[in-house]
C-alpha cells in the first residue's frame, strides 16, 4: 500500500526534528520510516538502498524542481480573500498550487510539514531566495546527494518553469482527478545528469477492475496533435496543430526556422518554430 513503510533509515541527531515536521509523523529517534508512496509488489533492490516497485501509474513530468523523492495526499491549495478562511494545510501532504508559488507561501507550506508542493512557476528571486542557493549552479553541480542536504526539507516541482505562468488545464485535471490520492514526488533535476522532476501517481484499483488500458505518450508532431508551447511571448499556450508550413518562416527576432500554424484553445492563430512545441496528448 501506499502508506505503508519499505524503508527505516537512521538519521544524524540534527535532521531529526525537521524530518519530522517535513513528514509530519512521528518516528523513533535517530529513525525514518519511508512510506512506499505507490500500490504494488517490491520486485528489486536498487545499488543505493532504494527498493523498485512495480505498479500501475500516472506519471507527470515538471520543467524544473529541487528536492528529494517524498511520498504524500495529493491536496489541492484553496486560495483565499478577505472573505474566506485561511484553509489548514495538513502536514505530510502535497500540496498542488494551480498558479505561481511566492515566497510567503512556500514558508507557509514548510512551517505546516508539508513534505512538497507542485505549482505552475516561480519568480527566480522568490525560488533562490528559499533554497537559499543559485538555482543555475544546483542545475549544474555534479555531486547531488551533497547539494539536497543543504536544501529545505521541501521537494518543489515546478510544470511550467521560471515566471508567472499559470498551470496548463490538462495537467491541472488530472492532478484534480487524483487529489486525495498518495503521490510519489521527486524534485531532482540536473542537467549534467538529465533528471528532471516527476510526480508518480498510482492508478486507484477500481480504476484498474474497469478495463483500464496504459497510455504510452506519443512525441510526435502530426496535424490535430495536441501541444504546448515552450517559450516565446505565448510560453504555456496550448492548441492544435493546424498547418505544417512547406518552407522555413522568418520570425521578429530574425530567426528563420521550420514552423507550424496553432489554433490555440482562444480560437486564434499562432506561428511558432517547431522547436518551441512539445505534444501533450
Not at 528571486?125 to 537559499?132: H, I, N, T, V
Request: charged share 15%.
Amino acid at each position: 500500500m501506499p502508506d505503508q513503510p519499505v524503508l527505516r533509515l537512521t538519521t544524524s541527531s540534527e535532521n531529526i526534528d525537521q524530518e519530522r515536521r517535513a513528514r509530519g509523523t512521528p518516528s523513533s529517534p535517530g529513525l525514518s520510516d519511508i512510506p512506499a508512496g505507490l500500490h504494488g509488489r517490491i520486485v528489486g533492490f536498487t545499488a543505493r538502498g532504494g527498493v523498485v516497485i512495480e505498479s500501475h501509474a500516472a506519471v507527470i513530468q515538471g520543467t524544473l524542481g529541487a528536492g528529494k523523492q517524498v511520498a504524500g495526499v495529493l491536496t489541492m491549495w484553496q486560495p483565499h480573500n478577505q472573505y474566506s478562511y485561511v484553509q489548514t494545510i495538513p502536514p505530510g501532504a502535497i500540496l498542488i498550487v494551480p498558479g505561481p508559488l511566492t515566497f510567503g507561501l512556500l514558508h507557509q507550506a514548510l512551517n505546516s510539514g508539508v513534505v512538497g508542493v507542485i505549482a505552475s512557476s516561480i519568480a527566480l528571486r522568490d525560488l533562490e531566495g528559499f533554497l537559499r542557493a543559485d538555482y543555475l549552479h544546483l542545475l549544474k553541480i555534479s555531486a547531488l546527494d551533497q547539494a539536497q542536504e543543504q536544501l529545505p526539507p521541501l521537494t518543489l516541482m515546478l510544470t511550467e518553469g521560471i515566471g508567472p505562468a499559470i498551470m496548463p488545464v490538462h495537467t491541472m485535471n488530472l492532478l484534480t482527478h487524483y487529489q486525495g490520492s498518495i503521490g510519489l514526488l521527486s524534485g531532482t533535476t540536473s542537467l549534467i545528469h538529465n533528471f528532471f522532476p516527476e510526480l508518480v501517481i498510482s492508478i486507484p484499483l477500481i480504476e484498474i477492475d474497469k478495463d483500464w488500458q496504459a497510455v504510452q505518450p506519443d512525441s510526435t508532431l502530426a496535424l490535430g496533435a495536441h501541444v504546448r508551447v515552450c517559450g516565446g511571448q505565448r510560453n504555456g499556450a496550448v492548441g492544435i496543430i493546424d498547418y505544417f508550413y512547406s518552407y522555413e518562416q522568418t520570425f521578429a527576432s530574425g530567426l528563420r526556422a521550420r514552423a507550424v500554424r496553432l489554433r490555440l484553445d482562444d480560437g486564434s492563430f499562432y506561428t511558432v518554430p517547431l522547436t518551441l512545441i512539445e505534444r501533450i496528448s
